[in-house]
């Protein structure tokens, strides 16, 4: 397609997305809006720099390569650079989403009638805490072009939609959010959950009503599916991104492959190739994703890469270059990321605990040696069962110290496809997942 200059590499990724955006508040219809996108990065490197350029013209991609390669310096052994030698060359063509299940083809009359409905259905006016309701809408559809003077010739898309419905419940003068969010690839599995969102609203109002504040100290914990989750990537899937290593010597020695970092119960997993929300068939360099654990049965065996740190460390390839969208150069990120399953029934971890606190939701969650989890939702064990709810401000605990002190994983693995990830500017759509787990101790505060 295009003619690429001798003495270096260079690589062309082109984009085209399409969205649609509606929502609503106290009954008030806030944004109801289709947008499309379209461009192309180009990039050149000649072994010691790379040159960029981001156009919304995809008709001037050869003259913006011949300018980048007039700047750049032609090296006649481009070809043996430890960093392109590590591209892979793929001819594919993925498009799973053009058929049937293509979202552009929802109309707004269709996404209008999907929330209408849950808003009909689970928003009750008659509750006198509830002081606002939100609803909304989204879907996105976007098809890239992968193209590098290798020989690589991409073609892909991906697409997302889905809704909430928002509560926010006052008693006391203390608000309490809470809702339910649901996310997937395909507009019909959007249908059928009314009675689900009404248990999650009734949850919360409840939580308003009867939480308690918590007395801070050293707990017992349990983490729910969704905690587990959001641990897990925050706490140890940031830490195996090995671009964090490449300039630190002091992190390389600590992260020894082969190295026990956690409890025999602790396996973690990153597969791009999952039909959840951090779904790629090809990473933003070209590369197919793979199948990578992180920790098998607590032992360190191996990190998320992009060419330039799998060449630095000499190790292979992940699938775990990705970039936000056509402006941005790719990085290393997550895709799927979870935490194996065990072989305990919930149920039974939390018969196990006499004292201690369950955490059945957070906000947000951030983590590196210390990870903080903020709760929106946490319960007081007592004598084996759930006891009343508790208001925690922060659950928080020493990374490695808690991947040795589980001491029960669940055989409950759910997967969250609602979660988005923030890294050095750039936001990326992946999954979080995991089992109810238990931790013998963590601070809450």
Known sequence: MYEYPKGLYADIRIEHTSSASYRVQNGEVMQNSETSVGGAIIRVYDGKLWYTSVTDD???IQAELNSLAAI?????DIENDPVVKMYEVHKDKVLRFDGDNDVRKITRSQRE????HYISECVDENIPEMKQWYAGYSQSHTVKEFYSSKGAEIVQDFQQCGFWIWFDFVVDDIKTPGGKIYQGMDFKLLAGHEQEIIERRDRYLDYARNAVDVTPGDYVCVLSPSVTG???HESFGHKSEADFMLNDKTLQEEWVIGKKVGSDLVSICDSGDMLHRGYIA???EGTAPKETWL???GVLTGRLHDAKSAATLNEELTGNARAQDFGCPPM?????????????SPEDIIAGVEDGIYVYDVNYGTGQGTFTMQPNCCYRIRNGKLAEPLRVNVVTGSVFKTL???DAVGSDLKFCDTSTCGKNGQSMPVSTAGPTIRVKSLTIN
């Open 72 to 76: 750049a310096e032609a090296n006649p």
């Open 230 to 232: 959001m641990f897990t």
């Open 332 to 344: 290393v990120r997550m895709t799927n990321t979870y935490m194996e399953a065990g072989d305990t």
């Open 113 to 116: 009638g999907l929330l209408q």
């Open 295 to 297: 920790i098998k049965n």
């Open 58 to 60: 995809v008709n001037s």
């Open 282 to 284: 090809y990473d933003d």
């Open 404 to 406: 040795f002190d589980i």
